[in-house]
């Protein structure tokens, strides 16, 4: 599973007071995911990924992270790494929220998962021959095969993205077509 900010009434206090203690994990809030789930983690989400777990992270371009738990692991010599629990506090967002985003189940229907000021994600049940216009798009695209295997075609090529692997396409894609059965795909571009 993961775990995604923190359990509703959880104060700056508390926060305070569990970390001190190394029980941080306590008052966060877990969810056990399944194949397909999709979480929408804005700025100042706490946030770790559980053991086992695969995923496709896309995030908008940054230089910050902050690390507020390290779970109580040392390093060969006996040292745990440094947190950074002051910048943190000013950024943590306390509020109890849903970040899962439920969407619906289509084929061949780009369904939009997350648009924001910096990326638009987007996913594809494929099954079949289905054509993407892309002339009007002011941005690269990112082709993530998340289930299944797929062919990708435009005028010049053709390339196989089996599950686990990515494809960029150059902002002066103007069409393709895509080709499989029972493949999925994540469908990323730059807002």
């Given at each position: 599973?993961?775990?995604?900010?923190f359990?509703?009434?959880?104060?700056?206090?508390?926060?305070?007071?569990?970390?001190?203690?190394?029980?941080?994990?306590?008052?966060?809030?877990?969810?056990?995911?399944?194949?397909?789930?999709?979480?929408?983690?804005?700025?100042?989400?706490v946030?770790?990924?559980?053991?086992?777990?695969?995923?496709?992270e896309?995030?908008?371009?940054?230089?910050?992270?902050?690390?507020?738990?390290?779970?109580?692991?040392?390093?060969?010599?006996g040292?745990?790494?440094?947190?950074h629990?002051e910048f943190?506090?000013?950024?943590?967002?306390?509020?109890?929220?849903?970040?899962h985003?439920?969407?619906?189940?289509?084929?061949?229907?780009?369904?939009?998962?997350?648009?924001?000021?910096?990326?638009?994600?987007?996913?594809?049940?494929?099954?079949?021959?289905?054509?993407?216009?892309?002339s009007?798009?002011?941005?690269?695209?990112?082709?993530?095969?998340v289930e299944?295997e797929?062919?990708?075609?435009?005028?010049?090529?053709?390339?196989d993205?089996?599950?686990?692997?990515?494809?960029?396409?150059?902002?002066?894609?103007?069409?393709?077509?895509?080709?499989?059965d029972?493949?999925?795909?994540?469908?990323?571009?730059?807002?």
């Amino acid at each position: 599973g993961i775990y995604v900010g923190f359990k509703e009434g959880t104060t700056k206090q508390d926060y305070l007071d569990y970390l001190e203690k190394g029980k941080l994990q306590d008052i966060m809030n877990f969810e056990e995911v399944k194949t397909g789930d999709v979480y929408f983690i804005k700025t100042g989400l706490v946030h770790a990924i559980g053991e086992g777990v695969v995923l496709a992270e896309i995030q908008q371009s940054s230089d910050i992270t902050y690390r507020v738990f390290d779970w109580n692991r040392k390093d060969a010599d006996g040292n745990e790494r440094e947190l950074h629990t002051e910048f943190a506090l000013d950024a943590i967002d306390f509020e109890f929220k849903d970040y899962h985003v439920f969407p619906k189940e289509q084929t061949n229907v780009f369904q939009t998962l997350v648009s924001n000021d910096y990326f638009k994600t987007q996913k594809l049940n494929l099954k079949g021959k289905l054509a993407a216009d892309y002339s009007s798009t002011d941005s690269f695209v990112v082709l993530m095969c998340v289930e299944g295997e797929l062919e990708v075609n435009d005028k010049n090529s053709s390339t196989d993205l089996k599950k686990g692997e990515t494809l960029l396409l150059p902002a002066d894609t103007e069409e393709i077509e895509l080709n499989g059965d029972a493949a999925q795909l994540l469908e990323v571009t730059i807002a």
